[in-house]
């Protein structure tokens, strides 16, 4: 037999279903409208088997700015940068597990083993830094690009 509070609680829970699956459109139809810049900026992909460690350059009003690291795994992507691009050019290193480089390129800049947030890509051994290649990404003006980085 049926007991009225069990058949009460039955109708609170289909509208509470009803309420997340509301919840759950309007919170999908946000997404869908919502502006494109929200997701613009400079974002890395690894499409290698192996895990990758990415530092990167770009120009600033403050000059020139190194920053590092965003660790990413194989088959996956990180937002290494989450607002639009200003620069036309970045730099990037790429580096695997064991801190050997992975993407050869023309400029040399400054990094650290551990997480950093540095200004001037130069003096590198005078300041106590490491000097690691560079590889120059032309984002032709655009807020957003993406990186893929894939080795045969």
């Known amino acids: 037999m049926v007991t009225a509070g069990y058949v009460m609680h039955r109708i609170s829970r289909t509208r509470r ?4 699956v509301a919840f759950l459109s309007v ?3 946000m997404l869908l409208i919502a502006p494109q810049s929200a997701h613009a900026g400079l974002r890395v992909c690894n499409g ?3 895990l990758v ?3 990167i350059g770009y120009d600033t009003e403050d000059g ?5 690291w965003w660790t990413i795994t194989s088959n996956a992507c990180s937002q290494v940068l989450q607002e639009p691009l200003k620069a036309t050019n970045y730099y990037l290193h790429v580096s695997d597990g064991f801190g050997e480089g992975r993407l050869g390129g023309d400029v040399t ?3 650290r083993q551990e997480k ?5 890509g130069d003096q590198c ?3 106590g830094l490491i000097e690691a290649d560079f590889f120059k990404i032309e984002t032709e003006g655009a807020e957003d690009w993406t990186v893929l980085l894939s080795y045969d």
């Open 27 to 29: 919170a999908i139809l």
């Open 125 to 127: 051994w005078q300041r």
């Open 64 to 68: 020139l700015r190194t920053e590092g």
């Open 48 to 50: 290698s088997v192996d």
């Open 116 to 120: 950093f947030v540095l200004f001037d």
């Open 17 to 20: 279903k009803r309420r997340g």
């Open 109 to 111: 800049l400054c990094i």
């Open 53 to 55: 460690n990415v530092a």
